[in-house]
């Protein structure tokens, strides 16, 4: 075996890792048991490492690896052809010039034996050669035919494998085999074999991408007892999540199957159509998806995960699922109770708050969680997240967040707290009012001006705390000067001494620029640097010397096509940081032209998440934001 493996000059050509591998030690070790094992990891390492490239070793070892798979004396031949699909699907993907250039001739003389290969004794060759041939670019019409012609398989993982395989050659089959191959697939769709139907309804998904299929088959399928495919590649060889499945089918028929999931009467799959409907509602509206999902909370052994979800989505304005929370309060859930019914507005949150703030310790984060949009993760919000939204129970909260002000209080606490209580001055400041003592000591030991800013927030009301604030002038970190300066201002109305700190570090930070545009027409001399920072490139600088060159001067044409435009970026699926702080800044802009109305419209209208983060803050930032624009239209 392997002849002509040694004139290779192995030495002259690029690899994918380091170069430094005997490469016909490596091919001749595949045929001894006890170094077959190491010698394909490290082929597969040289020749493809991480991918994103074909090096130019692997079309010369392309052929010696065609050999080693269809040869029985090789003991590890399903991991040779491990090799062979990664390599094929990174020529297939990558451009063109990331791709050896012997790489299409070496192919193209390797496709007879790699399709040799599909009529194999071993089902685990059989499926790796499926594996390596769905990602042919050579002729995959022949491929295609060749699967058909080869149907039915005797072993499972084969069949489920040829079916999913037609899914990915699809778009890249001829007019004269792609209809052929439709048919095909959809006959297996419609046929009696439950998990024949709900694979095919899934090649059908991949082959023409946001069509709708049979959700009636993957529910069937998905439902049905599960059988293992040992051998298979393309699929999971032990059981199917929902999750999965949903991935990638279009929408209307991922919702329709989750839904459906709901209803069914076997305990695990509600439960993983649980899941799967956090991860849906994590990136989109969906609300026939959500009342399904309300429906089957009281059928659910554990239903946690659906009342974390319904809490995600309790507002104040809408308070409907209330009544659906409140009988957990008592059981297991009921801190996911306690939180929906906050959200939610409802008194009857009122008592698990009180007993949350008088324990030592929670299970809540400090500080939010900021995951990327994966799904339904995190699946609970921070302390300070959970409280922000109860401002209008200040008056019986205030006094049990006292303790946690004093300096001998855990520092993440304190400072979640401190948090929320200036969240909380910008409507109830008389009863946050209550606790200047206590934060005015803080003073000296807060690094970031958190203490500062409820000062600030808390304005005129905080005044017996001026002398403290005076006291800490030109002390502190930078940001701690910054907002002392600034809170100084809100107490007194002075801005003489926030001018002075403010204004020579204006660029440093957006903070900066942002407490700066809170002191209105006083920061009048800056508007001339407001208005060059306003036209940065760096869409954080453009956007807060914009806002604030609006609430120096009142006139909105300074810098509302600023603020509209990480609005703009949510209709090209683009959400950034800062686009709930745009949609709340343009509540200092009285009248929006037409246009700008058009397209806060759109983005209403659009029922993607507007956010650029995951799970619970997602789904709560999407609907602050949509609260924000539905005021203006």
Known sequence: MFEGVEEVPWDELGYAYSGHCDVPALFRSLLVDGEAFAAVEELLNELHHQGGFICTAAPAALPFLVEA????????????LVILARLARTAATVAPRLVAPDWPRAWKRAHPGLLALLDDADPAVRTGAIWVLSNDVTDPDEVARTLIDGWPDPDVSVRIDTLLALGDLAERLSVAVLPET????????????????????????????????????????????AVALPHSNLAPRDSVHVTDVLRDLDRRTGEAVCAALLTRPEEHLRAMAVQAAGDVLARRRAPELLSALRECVGTLENPAPALAILAAHA??????????????????????????????????ALPGLLDLLARRRTGLTWHGRRAERFGFWPSSPSLAELLTP??????????????????????????????????????????????????????????????????GAIGPEAAQAVPDVERMFGSGGPRARVETAWAHFRMTGDPEPALRVLGPRLGDDHHVTRRLGDLGSHAAAYVPTLRLMAKASEIWTAFHAAHALIRITGDPDEGTHVLMRPLRELLEGRPLPLATAAARALDDVRELPGGYIITIRGVLADDRRHSHLGGVSAIREDLELRALLARRV
């Open 69 to 80: 798979a269809g040869s029985p004396r090789v003991p590890c031949r399903a991991l040779v």
């Open 390 to 455: 109860c401002a209008p129970w200040a008056a019986s909260l205030v006094a049990s967040v006292s303790p946690y002000l004093r300096a001998d209080a855990t520092d993440g606490m304190r400072q979640s707290l401190l948090e929320t209580l200036a969240a909380w001055a910008a409507t109830q400041a008389a009863e946050v009012a209550r606790l200047v003592p206590e934060v005015a000591a803080l003073l000296d030991r807060d690094e970031w001006g958190r203490a500062a800013a409820v000062l």
């Open 315 to 348: 507002r104040r304005e809408e308070p409907r699922d209330a009544d659906l929370m409140a009988p957990h309060l008592d059981g297991p859930s009921g801190e996911l109770a306690m939180w929906g019914l906050a959200w939610s507005g409802d008194d009857r």
């Open 182 to 225: 439709l048919v095909f697939l959809r006959d297996r769709a419609d046929g009696a074999d439950a998990h024949h139907a709900m694979y095919a309804a899934l090649a059908l998904a991949a082959a023409l991408p946001g069509r709708p299929v049979p959700a009636a088959s993957i529910v069937a399928g998905l439902a049905a007892e």
